[in-house]
C-alpha cells in the first residue's frame, strides 16, 4: 500500500470529537459521532458536498472491528526470515514472468518514458495484488470511515484519505459504496489510497479514464509514474549485500532507511562497499533478521524511493528480491 501526504483536518477538531466519543465507536452508527458530523460539515464547506447526500451515505457505512485487528497486525511486524517467504515464492516469480509476457509492450513504453525497470513495476503489482488477482475485500468506505473514527493512533491520516476518497469518487463519477480494497482502503490492482490515486494515477492506454481496478495498462503506467514522481533514478542500482565489522556499522543503522552518509565515509565504520559503486553518493545500512547471522544491505536512493510507496524497508527488501528473479527467470 502506497503513501502519499494529504491536508488533513485540523487536529483540534477531531480531537475533541473523539474525546466527546466515550462509548466503544462500534456500538453506535456512524451518523451519531461527533467526529463524522465534524468531517461532514468540514466537506460540506470546503468542497461543496451535499450534507444530506454525506449522511446517506454513512447510514450505509459500517464500523468494522475486522478492519481494527488487521490493521494492529501488520506483515511488516514481522522479522525478516518471515516476512521473506510471503513473497519470495516460485508460485509468484512465476506469475511475475507471465504479467510481464502479457504486458511486454506496456511496461517496456513505461520504462522508455518514466524511466522505471519493467522488473520493479511487475514486483510491486506481484507483492500488492499477486498481479491483480486479489484486490481485496473491504468495502473502501467501510475501511476509511472506520480507520478514521474508530483507530486513534491513525486517525488523522485515514480522515484525509476519506477526504481523498470522497473527492476521487466525485471526480470519477463512480459509486463510493461500489468500491472495494484493502483494510487499509488501498485499491485496485497496484493499491493505490485514495491520496496517490488522485495525485498520480495515470491514463496509459489513452481511453479517457484512469482505471487501477481492471485495466492492467492503467495500472502499470500509474505505478511507474508514482516511482517518477518520488524520484526514481533511471539505470541506477537499488541495494548491495554487504559485511560488516566492530561494532562502529551500528551507527549506520541507527540512522535509519533514507540515505544520508556518503559511502566513502561506511569503511571507517567497518562496512565493506563494492568497488564499482560511486562513494560520493549516500547511502544506509540496512540489518535483516535471518533467525541467525544478520543480513547486511547497503541502501542506495532508488531503494529508498521504493519505500515512498510503503514505508517499510522490509517491503521495500522484498519488492526488491522478487524484481530480481523475475527478471532472472524472465531472461531465461
Not at 69 to 85: D, F, G, L
Not at 236 to 264: D, N
Not at 314 to 319: P, R, S
Request: proline share 7%; glycine share 8%.
Amino acid at each position: 500500500m502506497n503513501k502519499a501526504r494529504f491536508r488533513p483536518l485540523p487536529c483540534a477538531v477531531i480531537l475533541l470529537a473523539l474525546l466527546a466519543t466515550s462509548s466503544p465507536l462500534a456500538a453506535k452508527g456512524l451518523t451519531e459521532l461527533p467526529a463524522l458530523r465534524a468531517f461532514v460539515a468540514d466537506m460540506v464547506e470546503r468542497h461543496g458536498f451535499s450534507d444530506q447526500r454525506l449522511m446517506r451515505l454513512f447510514r450505509q457505512a459500517e464500523l468494522r472491528p475486522d478492519i481494527i485487528a488487521a490493521i494492529s497486525r501488520p506483515a511488516e511486524a514481522k522479522p525478516w526470515h518471515e516476512y521473506r517467504p510471503i513473497f519470495l515464492t516460485q508460485k509468484r516469480i512465476r506469475g511475475g514472468v507471465e504479467f510481464w509476457n502479457h504486458n511486454l509492450e506496456t511496461l517496456v513504453r513505461a520504462e522508455r518514458e518514466y524511466g522505471v525497470p519493467p522488473q520493479i513495476i511487475v514486483a510491486i503489482i506481484g507483492v500488492e495484488t499477486r498481479y491483480g488477482q486479489y484486490t481485496g475485500k473491504h468495502r473502501v468506505i467501510d475501511a476509511l470511515a472506520t480507520l478514521a473514527f474508530d483507530y486513534p493512533p491513525r486517525s488523522s491520516f485515514f480522515t484525509g484519505e476519506l477526504e481523498q476518497y470522497l473527492l476521487m469518487t466525485r471526480e470519477e463519477q463512480i459509486d463510493p459504496l461500489s468500491l472495494r480494497g484493502s483494510y487499509a482502503g488501498a485499491m485496485g490492482i497496484p493499491q493505490f489510497i485514495p491520496s496517490s490515486y488522485r495525485s498520480y494515477a495515470v491514463d496509459f492506454d489513452g481511453d479517457g479514464r484512469r482505471n487501477l481496478w481492471n485495466d492492467p495498462v492503467d495500472a502499470i503506467g500509474s505505478v511507474a509514474a508514482y516511482f517518477k514522481r518520488h524520484g526514481w533514478k533511471a539505470g541506477e542500482p537499488v541495494a548491495f549485500q554487504t559485511r560488516v565489522s566492530g561494532t562502529g556499522y551500528r551507527k549506520l543503522v541507527e540512522k535509519g532507511i533514507k540515505p544520508q552518509l556518503p559511502l566513502r565515509e561506511f569503511p571507517a565504520l567497518g562496512v565493506q562497499i563494492p568497488g564499482h559503486l560511486d562513494e560520493s553518493q549516500p547511502g544506509s545500512l540496512l540489518q535483516l533478521e535471518t533467525g541467525g547471522i544478520p543480513e547486511f544491505w547497503i541502501a542506495l536512493h532508488n531503494f529508498y524511493v521504493i519505500t515512498r510507496y510503503n514505508h517499510s524497508p522490509l517491503y521495500a527488501m522484498a519488492v526488491y528480491q522478487l524484481s530480481n528473479e523475475i527478471r532472472k527467470q524472465w531472461e531465461n
